[in-house]
């Protein structure tokens, strides 16, 4: 692995002007389903949200709609196209909301930002705690595929780590990104939730590299998994822990 500069994703992030945040991922007709008002959810969180929040690109009628940032810039261009939603400057490791406060939390091409594993953990547990027992936490990013050739120089000169250096056209560093695997948001759900579907796609880089996309829905349970009494098994609609041996 070459010497890789220091790069502080934060303050790039903060700071990114808006035409500099890239947005090519698009979620399909499925994520939408998934947030629709008649599936229960009334109350949505864009974390990661930038200039375009997921609602307006899927046309969803949410009655409350939050949008968080870290990019000022980029939360004015969101109210600018959605003047009765709310907007909140903040890291998707430090929400500032009460816990069990919104039926679904989003997170759209936003773990790819974040490579740091422990900040990626501290993202997806406070999706997990303002998000309501039952609620749901909808995924949609950039597959790490090894086998890609368009890929495997940039992984390569990470260690193959999932890690990549997004950079311009003259070579120079934009910023570090990260594809994930789909086990490594499992274990980062730390039995706090249960998968309910993933789905596989072709999808485009920022710089019309062809890559697999997923989309991937958990469900937040009650009580985690660790906390259950042996041989009890989720009720994955509810988000109810049923007492063991019950069918
Ligand atoms: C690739 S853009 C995606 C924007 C939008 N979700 C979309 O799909 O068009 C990544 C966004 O994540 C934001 N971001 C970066 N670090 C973040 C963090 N720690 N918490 C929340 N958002 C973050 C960036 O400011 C940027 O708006």
Do not use: K
Not at 9 to 14: D, G, I, P, T, V
Not at 134 to 158: C, H, K, Q, S, T
Not at 178 to 199: C, F, K, N, V, Y
Not at 237 to 242: A, D, H, I, K, V
Request: proline fraction near 7%; aromatic fraction near 6%.
């Amino acid at each position: 692995m070459s010497q890789v500069p220091e790069f502080d994703s934060r303050s790039h992030w903060a700071n990114a002007a808006v035409p500099q945040i890239p947005g090519s991922l698009t979620p399909g007709a499925e994520f939408r389903r998934r947030l629709l008002p008649s599936s229960g959810v009334h109350a949505v969180l864009d974390v990661g949200c930038g200039p375009r929040p997921v609602w307006i690109g899927l046309g969803l009628d949410i009655a409350r709609r939050i949008g968080c940032d870290p990019n000022r810039e980029a939360l004015r261009s969101a109210r600018a196209s959605d003047g009765r939603a709310h907007f909140v400057c903040a890291s998707g490791t430090d929400l500032p909301l009460a816990d069990g406060s919104v039926d679904a939390v989003t997170l759209i091409a936003v773990l790819t930002v974040v490579p740091d594993t422990h900040d990626a953990q501290r993202v997806i547990a406070e999706a997990l705690r303002v998000v309501r027992p039952g609620g749901v936490v909808a995924i949609a990013d950039f597959l790490y595929d090894p086998r890609n050739p368009a890929y495997r120089d940039r992984y390569a000169e990470m260690g193959f780590s999932g890690e990549l250096i997004a950079r311009d056209a003259q070579g120079a560093i934009l910023y570090r990104a990260r594809h994930w695997r789909t086990d490594e948001i499992d274990s980062m759900m730390d039995g706090r939730a249960d998968r309910q579907d993933l789905h596989l796609g072709q999808v485009s880089s920022r710089t019309g590299n062809p890559l697999t996309g997923f989309e991937v829905f958990y469900r937040r349970r009650a009580v985690p998994a660790r906390e259950c009494p042996s041989g009890g098994r989720p009720d994955v609609e509810s988000g109810l822990r049923r007492p063991g041996g019950e069918g």
